[in-house]
């Protein structure tokens, strides 16, 4: 069964500071994906990584891919409070069309 | 960017009564569409994976029954709450996936807000 995780669950940073959100899941995977959630609010597509070794960065995110480790980063550089939201990554199980997320990351940036 | 309609947004219902759920794709076809479900301050947990013409496929826990999904067409895929009681009160969101190969990605409705009293 293909197990999601992430770390941290919760953090909080002062804005202008960088920090690193860890995705790791315990089988392999065809993609993975990292996604944003508002309060009370759907998700909203950030990145999908299609192989090893994948960046992508859009404003002050940027995700990597290291499908030998099984782990995948979203790394924030100098946040601001407009970033402060739940961040989740998934991953698409080989073979088959499901998505399975990981616990989620509250990020909550301070002014 | 492809756009899934989920409605209604929010439901308050007696304990009993079955609720409705409608998810649909606006602007693409999509053979499969996601259930998930989410407690509060929780992550997603995928519920079934409906697929156009055929049954749903429930993940391990989830009642078939008490949670039935119907994917009649490619624009349209609902989820009927049967029989709700107070611990299905919970915040349930469709999702379809869009594009082939590389540029596949997994668009979300905007979710659905349900409280059973």
């Known amino acids: 069964e293909l197990k999601v995780e992430q770390n941290p669950l919760f953090l909080s940073m002062q804005e202008g500071k960088n920090y690193t959100i860890y995705c790791n899941y315990s089988?392999?995977?065809?993609?993975l994906y990292w996604y944003r959630q508002d309060p009370g609010k759907s998700l909203e597509s950030l990145f999908v990584?299609?192989?090893?070794?994948a960046v992508k960065q859009e404003g002050r995110l940027m995700a990597s891919l290291d499908t030998k480790a099984r782990l995948s980063t979203l790394h924030i550089t100098a946040a601001v409070h407009d970033l402060s939201a739940t961040y989740f990554c998934?991953?698409?199980?080989?073979?088959?069309?499901?998505?399975?997320f990981g616990t989620g990351t509250r990020l909550k940036v301070l002014a | 960017g492809a756009v899934v309609s989920q409605h209604p947004s929010w439901v308050i219902c007696k304990s009993g009564t079955s609720v409705k759920i409608e998810c649909r794709s606006l602007d693409f076809q999509a053979t499969t569409m996601f259930w998930y479900r989410q407690f509060p301050k929780q992550s997603l947990m995928l519920m079934a994976t409906s697929n156009e013409g055929s049954k749903a496929t429930y993940e391990q826990g989830v009642e078939k029954d008490k949670f039935l999904i119907n994917h009649a067409s490619l624009t349209l895929s609902t989820l009927t709450v049967t029989s709700a009681h107070p611990e299905d009160s919970s915040f349930y969101i469709c999702?379809?996936?869009?594009?082939?190969?590389?540029?596949?990605?997994?668009?979300f409705g905007s979710g659905t807000q349900l409280s059973v009293l």
């Open positions: 990584l299609l192989s090893n070794g």
């Open positions: 999702s379809a996936r869009a594009g082939t190969g590389g540029y596949e990605k997994l668009f």
């Open positions: 998934a991953v698409q199980t080989s073979g088959t069309y499901k998505y399975i």
């Open positions: 089988t392999t995977s065809d993609r």
